[in-house]
Antibody, heavy 123, light 111 residues
Framework: QVHLVESGGGVVQPGGSLRLSCEAS????????MHWVRQAPGAGLEWVAF????????YHAESVKGRFTISRDNSKKTLYLQMNSLRAEDTAVYYC????????????????WGQGTAVTVSS | QSALTQPPSASGSPGQSVTISCTGT?????????VSWYQQHPAKAPKLLIY???KRPSGVPDRFSGSKSGNTASLTVSGLQAEDEADYYC???????????FGTGTKVTVL
């Protein structure tokens, strides 16, 4: 069964850094685009970042641009999110999620989700 | 870019239908066919229900259907069941620097 497992969340002070990881299994990780989506406590979902399967194409939401960086290591089947200059408003559960692809075309939807990892930014 | 607008809540009795609207703009829903819907139970990860406005991934019951008109997309849940009680989010591709925008979420209650 296709599986995504996030790790690396925790409590960090404002201005601090964290690196989230997401390990994939049971699918050809290296051939799929991947995303990070977050959900603040009691709030809705917010798209954070996307990385193409070839790693050269990356997009970040305006709210995290310049502070967060998405990356991946296809040899380790792992997706990352480096988060720097963290703010209280970055407090959320962070989900990694796989881009849905049909016949080689991106469907621009998220079909597999991890269980999420919680990040709390607080002094 | 503001979130897409959804009603905060919707409800129906078992067996009935409920429709959730998702209102965006000409920059997102009005332009792109890439509208998706997600179901989220408490403390669980979201689950994809609908993609490209009206397509269902394998394993999603045909009780769930989607449509779009202009800048507004809709999700209809027919034959409501107790397990349909959850939060539902729409999402649209928006291109440019925005890329993806989610809806505000709708809590569906099965009476």
């Amino acid at each position: 069964q296709v599986h995504l497992v996030e790790s690396g969340g925790g409590v960090v002070q404002p201005g601090g850094s964290l690196r989230l990881s997401c390990e994939a299994s049971e699918f050809t990780f290296s051939t799929y685009g991947m995303h990070w989506v977050r959900q603040a406590p009691g709030a809705g979902l917010e798209w954070v970042a996307f990385i193409h399967y070839e790693t050269s194409i990356k997009y970040h939401a305006e709210s995290v641009k310049g502070r967060f960086t998405i990356s991946r290591d296809n040899s380790k089947k792992t997706l990352y999110l480096q988060m720097n200059s963290l703010r209280a408003e970055d407090t959320a559960v962070y989900y990694c999620t796989k881009e849905k692809v049909t016949d080689g075309e991106y469907d621009k939807a998220f079909d597999i989700w991890g269980q999420g990892t919680a990040v709390t930014v607080s002094s | 870019q503001s979130a897409l607008t959804q009603p905060p809540s919707a409800s129906g009795s078992p067996g009935q239908s409920v429709t959730i609207s998702c209102t965006g703009t000409s920059s997102d829903i009005g332009t792109y066919k890439y509208v998706s819907w997600y179901q989220q139970h408490p403390a669980k990860a979201p689950k994809l229900l609908i993609y490209e406005v009206s397509k269902r991934p394998s394993g999603v019951p045909d009780r769930f259907s989607g449509s779009k008109s202009g800048n507004t997309a809709s999700l209809t849940v027919s034959g409501l069941q107790a397990e349909d009680e959850a939060d539902y989010y729409c999402c649209s591709y928006a291109g440019g620097n925005i890329h993806y925008v989610f809806g505000t979420g709708t809590k569906v209650t099965v009476l």
